[in-house]
């Protein structure tokens, strides 16, 4: 059989070998001192002129990153989407609070977790802080230190871990701690108090401390980390007072921020004002 491909080969080889001695002559060039097509200043004009060129552009960045930085202040962020709608948030830190309340191996993990948070709140420590006037906003826009106004844990009764240390956890009636999340400035109007509700047909019976769950006005406005480096957020603790019949069922609890002008029924935000949790107590 003729194969008209066999023919074509055989001139090939003449015109590799041309192929390869022009790409060997475009690395190095013998003749004219080119490498890749250049000669050794141009290449140095080349490497010149990107230097140049990014250090350039590496020292418009810093310029103008230093010019907005000299912008900034301390002390409060620059940029604050419309100030005062704070978030709230549990302790426990988990959203779902299912235990065997006579396991406590089980509930060991929420004690533990509400015990390291209540740490900054020992009487000992707040003791160091300002006793301030209840009901009424401590501002203190004229000092550069400011002060914080003192929160015991003790103020939180059975739900302090210090007369119940499992903070009912073993008896099927679990404390829940609720806390607004700081805004810097926020001064709510009114009354601000934690009311929650069980998600279902029957009523929960539930314990407020302080009483009638109360966020004294005292503890705004909060002035930022750095001016207000040991504040405290005021806390108030919630007793679910649940009784045999409602163990071994999933209860959805809601906790709202009302008797304020802070908004509490955002649509696209579930945590704007209020918060949502589940709890299972299994016997
Ligand atoms: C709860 O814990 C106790 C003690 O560990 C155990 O005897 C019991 O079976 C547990 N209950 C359930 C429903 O798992
Ligand atoms: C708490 O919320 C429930 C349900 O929205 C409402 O019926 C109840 O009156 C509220 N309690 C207080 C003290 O505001």
Redesign the pocket.
């Known amino acids: 059989m003729s194969n008209p491909a066999i023919s074509t080969k055989e001139e090939k080889p003449e015109e590799q070998k041309e192929n390869q001695s022009s790409w060997k002559d475009f690395v190095y060039n013998p003749r004219t001192g080119e490498f890749m097509g250049r000669t050794a200043s141009s290449w140095a004009l080349i490497f010149l002129f990107y230097l140049v060129f990014y250090g350039f552009l590496a020292g418009m960045f810093s310029l103008t990153m230093w010019v907005m930085l000299q912008t900034l202040d301390e002390y409060t962020p620059k940029y604050r989407d419309r100030v005062s709608n704070p978030g709230l948030v549990i302790r426990p830190r988990l959203m779902d609070i299912v235990f065997?309340?006579?396991?406590p191996?089980?509930y060991g993990k929420y004690v533990q977790n509400l015990e390291t948070f209540l740490k900054q709140y020992n009487d000992m420590d707040q003791e160091k802080n300002e006793l301030c006037l209840a009901g009424q906003f401590f501002e203190q826009d004229d000092q550069a230190e400011k002060k914080v106004c003192q929160f015991k844990r003790s103020l939180l009764r059975q739900c302090s871990g210090l007369s119940d240390t499992n903070f009912g956890y073993a008896e099927g009636q679990p404390c829940v701690l609720v806390k607004m999340n700081r805004i810097i400035g926020l001064k709510p109007e009114g009354d601000p108090y934690i009311n929650c509700t069980a998600k279902r047909e029957a009523a929960l019976q539930m314990q407020y401390f302080p009483s009638e769950g109360r966020f004294d006005k005292m503890y705004f406005p909060y002035y930022g980390k750095k001016a207000h480096e040991k504040y405290v957020q005021p806390l108030v603790a919630v007793k679910l007072l649940l009784t045999k019949e409602d163990y071994?069922t999933e209860i959805n609890v809601e906790c709202k921020v009302e008797g304020t002008n802070l908004r509490n029924n955002d649509d696209r935000d579930k945590f704007l004002g209020r918060v949502t949790f589940k709890v299972k107590v299994?016997?």
């Open positions: 065997n309340r006579t396991d191996l089980k071994n299994i016997e």
